[in-house]
Nanobody
């Protein structure tokens, strides 16, 4: 069993900041990429940012320069620092991990999601 548990969502005014955290636990041998996705009401889930075990990052254009993804490989955690938040950042944010279990199975896991609401 593998679990991804997110924390840090909430309500913030436009221009404010939030920090999301996600911890992966359970039957984990190694984690390749970790990332954050979001889904706004009536829209498809979209990639926000990803980071590999080596620290390479990728961001969707709309968050570049405002969001920063980081991870702690020893703790199996990934964070998303969100600055200069805009109302259009409002969504449920999901943590994602591409990992391999001790049985050698490679699979993608998702967290339960955390709500981020940015008021104008």
């Amino acid at each position: 069993q593998v679990q991804l548990v997110e924390s840090g969502g909430g309500l913030v005014q436009a221009g404010g900041s939030l920090r999301l955290s996600c911890a992966a636990s359970g039957n984990i041998f190694s984690i390749n990429a970790m990332g954050w996705y979001r889904q706004a009401p009536g829209k498809q889930r979209e990639l926000v940012a990803t980071i590999t075990s080596g620290g390479s990052t990728n961001y969707t254009d709309s968050v570049k320069g405002r969001f920063t993804i980081s991870r702690d490989n020893a703790k199996n955690t990934v964070n998303l620092q969100m600055n200069s938040l805009k109302p259009e950042d409002t969504a449920v944010y999901y943590c994602n991990a591409d990992l391999r279990t001790w049985l050698g199975v490679r699979q993608t896991y998702w967290g339960q999601g955390t709500q981020v609401t940015v008021s104008s």
